[in-house]
Structure formats: C-alpha cells, structure tokens
C-alpha cells in the first residue's frame, strides 16, 4: 500500500491550541493536569483532568451551532479548520464529493446528553432540546464537520475505546490508497470532563487518585504509576496523496506509511499480559510500511500508567527490536496534558509528527523511577534526536491494538 502525505495539522489540548503553542508546551516539558474546576468533582476517586478553558478565543463557531452540538464536536471543528489552513486547502474550491472525514472517539457528547436528560427527568419531555438526538452520538461531530464544509463523499466514524483514532486514520490511509478520495479529514476528539463521562471513567478503574499533586498523578512506566489522568482534546490531520499534494504545491509534514492492528482476545476490559498481539500488530505496520526495525527513530507509547498494560506494552515492543530497543527513544508525552481516551492516538501522531519536524523526542515527566530498565526513555526533558521514521502505538480496552508508522516530510 502507498504512503499518504500529512499536510496540515489542527490541534485542541490542554497544552495548547494550534500546533505552535501546542509545540511550545510539549517540548518544555509542562504539566497541564489540574484539579477539575468545571464541576463539584469532590466526590469522585479521581477528580483531576487535562482541560480546555479558553477554546472561545479560537472559535470560528457562531451561537446558533454551538448550542446545538457537544464539545467534542465543538473541538472537532476548530482542530478541522485549523488543519485545512495549515494545509492551504480552502474546502470551496474542492469536489465535495471527493473529500472525506474519518474521526475516532470513545465516549461521544455527553456534556450535552447529561444536561438534557436531567432536564428530561425535571421538566418531562417539553424539556429537552430537540437537538440531543444528534448531539450526543459518537458519529455526531463527523456529521458536523460534514455540514459545516459542505463535505459528501465516503466518511466514517471508529469507536474502539481509546485506540478509536489512530485506527481512523489508518483506515484514512486505506481508503486514499485506493484513490477512492483526493482528501482526507482524519483524527478524532474527546470531550470526558463531565459528571457522568468522569463517573464511567472512574468506574474503570484505571485512573489516578493522586488529587493533591495532579501535576505529578500520569506517571507511565514509573514504579509508583497508579493510572492515568483523563484530558480533553482534539486532534485532526489532512491527508492527501503524495502526488496530488506536490500538484498544488502543498510540502507534506510527513508520510503515513504503514498500519497494523490485532486483538488479544483474552478479557473484556484487560489486555493480554504478554503483548504478543501488540508485537504483532507492530510486525504488520512495519511491514506495511515496508520499514526495517532498524529503521524506527522513536516509539510513541501508548502508556495508561497502569501495571498489565505498561507491562504488556514493554513486552510487545521487546519481542519486536530486542536488543536495539536500548537504542530508540522512547517516550509517552501525553503524560502532561492527559489521556485523551479516543482522541489520544490522533494527539500522539500529532506530537511524533511535530518531533519529527525538530529533530526533538519529547519527554515523558513524572518518570522518576523506570519500573523496566535497560529502555532508552526520554525523561522530564526533551532531547535533539533526527527522526526519520516513528512508530506509534494506541491501545483499547478488551486488548484492540492499533501501531502506525509514519515517515519524515519535506523540510
């Protein structure tokens, strides 16, 4: 299969919004996880979180949508507008029905289904807008990034737990491969700091309880990791083929290139403890890819902060580089702004891509003690490293496994 040319970025984090401010932040090493001041989280085990206070500031949004749609579609949006100006595409002068949107999330919009349901259960059905059918559903900002850009062609919304978009924008690559489209809008969003989103979360039992120092609470890999911390976000990216993007004089960030996912088929929620689904899938992208192991400049780890899964992980990637992997940076730099769940893939391939253009692997902060050891992890700063081609890797309860690679750009 073809490479696929990345050419523009849009990013909505907690570290920033826009890939410059967003840059700025990864790369100085800031923790953006604070107490949740949004609502009366007191009772709730965890009740930190990566947030976004100021996303008005950067909204081309009028009134009349927003109260029609969620956050997440809210941050879909402007991650989506972002992108395509970063790329130089102005959407009007585009066939509609030759542009596509594939978006991941795990949860949907439930901000906007909680506010209606309490107002269902209060003041009946002549209480509820009647916009909460479509606001809510997990396909939801996908529809409304069709809408908003007049957009027609082939689309698709994955919901696969937390590996939801980086398995969008692998099958984004698929479907260009094919030429079926000239562009794709591919990424996804999470919206999860709402009462009930942050109930389910807790109810997995796979966040940390540190509330009193939430700047130090996502510590994956560490020997006194207790889980992670929940953040919200979007991240989308335009993709094009490498041909039609240097027609239009667009120079690509980077090339997506190669693509593997597996099951462990084990648990419900837990992975397999031995990582060989993960190796696995890592072995298809590579050779997807048609990349040596060799080849790999830096591993984005997918890092819950939690025993079997960081565990799993490090087995996984042991299998695949054996005695080189002392030699490849390694990193988990959603560790200072929060796991965003089905939006978190999108956010890593957005920061390895930016690591990439810099010759910079970002740290991973709160790694005070490695819990493996004999691992090249980039700790607390960030670190000059050429990257010509990363790897990374995105995972979902129930043991979905979803590696990319991608390849450097024209600089």
């Known amino acids: ?57 950067y909204s081309h949004i009028s009134e009349r949508l927003l109260k029609k749609i969620d956050a997440f579609s809210h941050m879909a949006l402007v991650a989506s507008e972002m992108a395509l100006q970063d790329a130089g595409i102005d959407i009007k002068n585009e066939d509609p029905n030759l542009v596509g949107i594939f978006l991941g999330n795990a949860l949907g919009g439930w901000l906007y289904a909680e506010t209606e349901l309490r107002d269902l259960y209060l003041e009946g059905r002549e209480g509820v807008s009647p916009y909460m059918a479509s606001a809510w559903f997990p396909a939801a900002p996908q529809g409304q990034v069709s809408i908003y850009y007049g957009i027609k062609g082939f689309s698709k919304t994955v919901v696969a737990d937390r590996a939801s978009s980086l398995m969008a924008i692998g099958y984004a690559r698929k479907v260009l491969s094919k030429d079926k489209l000239n562009l794709i809008l591919a990424g996804g969003m999470e919206a999860p700091v709402t009462p009930y989103a942050l109930l389910c979360c807790n109810t997995y039992g796979a966040l940390s309880k540190n509330n009193a120092h939430p700047e130090n609470a996502y510590r994956p890999f560490d020997k006194k990791r207790d889980g992670c911390v929940i953040g919200e976000g979007s991240g989308i990216l335009v993709m094009e083929g490498i041909e039609r993007a240097k027609s239009r004089g667009a120079r690509p960030s980077a090339y997506i290139s190669g693509y593997g996912t597996t099951c462990d088929a084990v648990d419900r929620i837990n992975p397999a403890s031995d990582g060989k689904e993960l190796a696995r899938a890592i072995e298809m992208a590579l050779a997807d890819a048609k990349v040596n192991k060799e080849e790999i400049g830096y591993i984005s780890l997918d890092g819950l902060a939690v025993d079997i899964w960081d565990d799993s992980e490090i087995r996984a990637i042991k299998t695949v580089f054996g005695s080189r992997l002392k030699d490849i940076p390694l990193s988990c730099p959603k560790s200072m702004f929060g796991n965003l769940l089905g939006a978190s893939g999108a956010l890593d391939l957005i920061v390895s891509l930016l690591a990439m253009e810099h010759n910079l692997v970002p740290p991973t902060i709160n790694l005070d003690e490695p819990a493996a050891n004999g691992l090249s992890f980039v700790r607390k700063e960030a670190k000059q490293h050429n990257i010509s081609k990363a790897l990374i890797i995105s995972r979902g309860r129930g043991g979905i496994n979803s590696v990319l690679v991608v390849e450097k750009g024209e600089t």
């Not at 920033?16 to 604070?34: C, D, E, L, P």
């Open 1 to 57: 299969m073809e490479k696929i040319a990345v050419t523009g970025i849009g990013v909505v984090s907690p570290s920033g919004i826009g890939k410059r401010q967003f840059w700025a932040n990864i790369k100085s090493g800031r923790s953006f996880i604070k107490g949740i001041t949004r609502f009366d989280a007191s009772k709730y085990p965890s009740r930190i979180a990566g947030q976004i206070d100021d996303l008005e500031r």
